[in-house]
T-cell receptor, first 116, second 114 residues
Framework: GDSVTQMEGPVTLSEEAFLTINCTYTATGYPSLFWYVQYPGEGLQLLLK?????DKGSNKGFEATYRKETTSFHLEKGSVQVSDSAVYFC???????????????FGKGTLLTVNP | GAGVSQSPRYKVAKRGQDVALRCDPI?????LFWYQQALGQGPEFLTY????????KSGLPSDRFFAERPEGSVSTLKIQRTQQEDSAVYLC????????????FGPGTRLTVT
């Protein structure tokens, strides 16, 4: 079945440091890939997405590129801020042929703490 | 506009009790999903509705779990005879179309079974 494996945390960085959170996936079809973020006390929010190979999703300075050859979707940010402290989830959606269920399969999440 | 809301936000149940968790999706959203998030884990799919039709319930862990969406808007997830392993955050998400990647999540209901 479909699965997502992401880098285990916690990750602690200083402000303005470079961030990478690794994510790899297994899917039988042609999935779309997502990064969701959960800020303290808030619900899950979509951060960025990519729907086909070589697409780059970007938002709020975060980027991730859909790499089919390595089945990866690593999240990067060049300079993190304290406000980026949150839990980050990599996810995929792989509706089967003829299906309409776009359910998400999530990784376990990576806690990021950014210190001033 | 209003987002997805869930109630109650916190629920404590004694083992063996029945609970009902409510989800109010964004108005007009066709698709509705329930997920279960155990402590330290990512959310896991439970069930999916397209309007009032429950099209996929493959993620429901046992027959003690039951979900409904009778009028195609509000949904209720019911857990009968709760067990300690049911303790988790239950997340609801809605989507504006039936073929859509966009899922908008509610804040979740944290269920603790004692």
């Amino acid at each position: 079945g479909d699965s997502v494996t992401q880098m285990e945390g916690p990750v602690t960085l200083s402000e303005e440091a470079f961030l990478t959170i690794n994510c790899t996936y297994t899917a039988t079809g042609y999935p779309s890939l997502f990064w969701y973020v959960q800020y303290p006390g808030e619900g899950l929010q979509l951060l960025l997405k990519a729907t086909k190979a070589d697409d780059k999703g970007s938002n709020k300075g975060f980027e991730a590129t859909y790499r089919k050859e390595t089945t990866s979707f690593h999240l990067e940010k060049g300079s993190v801020q304290v406000s980026d402290s949150a839990v980050y989830f990599c996810a995929l959606s792989d509706p089967k042929r003829g299906g309409s269920n776009y359910k998400l399969t999530f990784g376990k999440g990576t806690l990021l703490t950014v210190n001033p | 506009g209003a987002g997805v809301s869930q109630s109650p936000r916190y629920k404590v149940a004694k083992r063996g009790q029945d609970v009902a968790l409510r989800c109010d999706p964004i108005s007009g959203h066709v698709s509705l999903f329930w997920y279960q998030q155990a402590l330290g884990q990512g959310p896991e799919f439970l069930t999916y509705f397209q309007n009032e039709a429950q099209l996929d319930k493959s993620g429901l862990p046992s027959d003690r779990f039951f979900a409904e969406r009778p009028e195609g808007s509000v949904s209720t997830l019911k857990i009968q005879r709760t067990q300690q392993e049911d303790s988790a955050v239950y997340l609801c998400a809605s989507s504006p179309r039936d073929h859509s990647y966009e899922q908008y999540f509610g804040p979740g209901t944290r269920l603790t079974v004692t």
